[in-house]
Nanobody, 130 residues
């Protein structure tokens, strides 16, 4: 049973940076072959995909974080990271890590929320003040 656990959230001012981590314990062989992704949910809004990475390291981002966020993974540690730079209040929300079988990172980003796919962590809160 794969179980993702997020860490690294916190409170920062606009323009600041945070680095989120997600370690997916359970079945290392499964995790290495799956896509991993970051998703967020702001108060009163629907959950949305932020970034995803496939087992080969190819990445996808939503437009609003392109150039500011960097997703990466260390398969040796079954861990995924999200380096978030130049944060703004619009980035505030609960950030969730999820892992799933996928066709590509873009497929994961577009379908994991919409189709309820994958195994999800409990989330870590990110708060950005102006």
């Amino acid at each position: 049973q794969v179980q993702p656990v997020e860490s690294g959230g916190g409170s920062v001012q606009s323009g600041g940076s945070l680095r989120l981590s997600c370690t997916a314990s359970g079945n290392p062989t499964t995790v290495k072959n799956w896509c991993m992704g970051w998703f967020r949910q702001a108060p009163g809004k629907e959950r949305e995909g932020v970034a995803a990475i496939d087992n080969g390291g190819s990445t996808s981002y939503i437009d609003s974080v392109q150039g500011r966020f960097v997703i990466s993974r260390d398969n040796g540690k079954d861990t995924m990271y999200l380096q978030m730079n130049n944060l703004g209040p619009e980035d505030t929300g609960m950030y969730y890590c999820a892992v799933s079988a996928c066709f590509s990172s873009d497929h994961a980003l577009r379908t994991m929320v919409a189709e309820g796919l994958g195994v999800w962590g409990q989330g870590t809160q990110v708060t950005v003040s102006s």
